[in-house]
């Protein structure tokens, strides 16, 4: 408009020697006598007339052009921060997303790498059961178990590779160097180091055989001193209570060793008795037995002040030593597993594990 306005002012002013009628041409000249507007001038002021219009058109188009780049540029600039805007979004949007799909990840891997450190598990076949689908190959190993209806978690080694692994082991004899000469408060909480000999305890296996809806088996593996090795199997297995002494319950045996704990006759079986210590006597000699033409009080104290199911005293006792020594009249210090036998004597154990396993219910 306005530079228009100038600009064509500025056309008009620009032709000095355009004449106007009626006024004399500077210098007089004839010309503008004879011929008013000669042809020639009049081709000349046409021509500059188109030149001052294709001028002025140019121009507008060149502001037009410049203004309309001009609203263009700001059409794209204003959806360029749009744009700009919306990307930031995206950007904040995938951040959390990353977030979150990182922290469910961490949860994850939480919980598998701390299951078998802070495991709940209630023995060891269902920390295996609940790794089996998640790690190649459970190590064997200490883990905390947690049974059902108690307030307390404990530790116990958990034998992974052996049979099909998830075995709770309750009793290992492998080297003599723990003493197993224990008072009824020892054998109640267990004692020994969990990698190594040791007995669990009455309190803690009690705990995982009488879980709701669960059934245990025992299972006993046993070494000789000539390497032969062999079993014996329980497909059930339960503890009374402390008021009961821990009295163990046995299910039908299967194995290669013989079934020591029932023995070959009644009063032998030790099946249903409650256990005895040195300092507390369930052991059915009231107040003695006869054993070998010996007078016996104490099965304890026969068998080295070590704890036991005894019944009469029996013919088993896991709990006695694996080493060679020079036994008095009367003793039973070594492990015993009468019932195994080769040529018509007993092997010598030099070492045994007693271990439990859940046995799949349907109900
Ligand atoms: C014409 O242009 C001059 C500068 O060249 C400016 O000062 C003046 O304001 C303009 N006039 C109009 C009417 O736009
Ligand atoms: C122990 O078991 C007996 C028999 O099953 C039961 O009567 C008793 O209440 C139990 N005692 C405890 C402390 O649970
Ligand atoms: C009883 O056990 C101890 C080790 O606890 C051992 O030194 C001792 O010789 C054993 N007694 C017999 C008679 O074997
Ligand atoms: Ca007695």
């Given at each position: 408009g306005q530079q228009k306005f100038n600009e064509s002012k500025g056309v008009i002013e620009d032709f000095p020697d355009v004449p106007v009628k009626g006024q004399k041409p500077p210098g007089g000249s004839k010309i503008w006598d004879t011929c008013s507007i000669p042809c020639d001038v009049t081709v000349k002021l046409l021509r500059d007339e188109k030149h001052s219009i294709c001028g002025q058109l140019q121009q507008s188009l060149l502001a037009f052009g410049r203004s309309t780049r001009k609203l263009m540029r700001d059409v794209m600039e204003e959806q360029q921060r749009a744009l700009d805007i919306l990307s930031s979004q995206v950007t904040e949007l995938m951040t959390k997303v990353q977030t979150l799909s990182s922290e469910v990840q961490r949860s994850n891997t939480e919980m598998y790498s701390t299951k078998p450190v802070?495991?709940?598990?209630?023995d060891c076949s269902d920390i295996k059961d609940s790794l089996v689908s998640v790690v190649p190959k459970i190590p064997s190993g200490i883990y905390i178990i947690h049974p059902e209806n108690t307030d307390s978690s404990f530790e116990v080694f958990c034998e992974m590779d052996y049979m099909g692994g998830g075995w709770t082991v309750m009793q290992r004899r492998t080297?003599?160097?723990?003493?197993?000469?224990?008072?009824w408060a020892d054998y109640a909480d267990g004692f020994g180091h969990l990698a190594g000999e040791h007995w669990l305890g009455l309190k803690k296996v009690f705990h995982i055989v009488n879980q709701k809806d669960t059934r245990f088996q025992l299972h006993i593996a046993l070494v000789a001193k000539n390497d032969v090795t062999s079993y014996a199997s329980y497909d059930d297995f339960r503890l009374d209570n402390e008021t009961q002494f821990f009295s163990i319950n046995l299910g039908r045996y299967a194995g290669g060793t013989g079934d020591a704990f029932r023995g070959y006759e009644q009063e032998q079986n030790q099946d249903t008795a409650p256990f005895s210590t040195s300092d507390v006597d369930?052991?059915?000699?009231?107040p003695s037995c006869s054993m070998e033409n010996r007078m016996v009080e104490s099965c304890s104290s026969q068998h080295n002040q070590t704890g036991w199911w005894f019944n009469q005293c029996g013919?088993?006792?896991?709990?006695?030593?694996p080493e060679d020594v020079e036994q008095s009249?009367?003793?039973?210090t070594h492990i015993l597993w009468?019932?195994?036998?080769q040529n018509g004597f007993p092997h010598v154990i030099k070492s045994v594990t007693m271990k439990i396993r859940k046995i799949a219910t349907n109900n």
């Open positions: 802070q495991s709940h598990g209630r080297d003599g160097l723990t003493d197993f000469k224990r008072p369930n052991d059915g000699c009231n013919l088993a006792n896991l709990n006695g030593s009249q009367g003793q039973r009468d019932t195994w036998r």
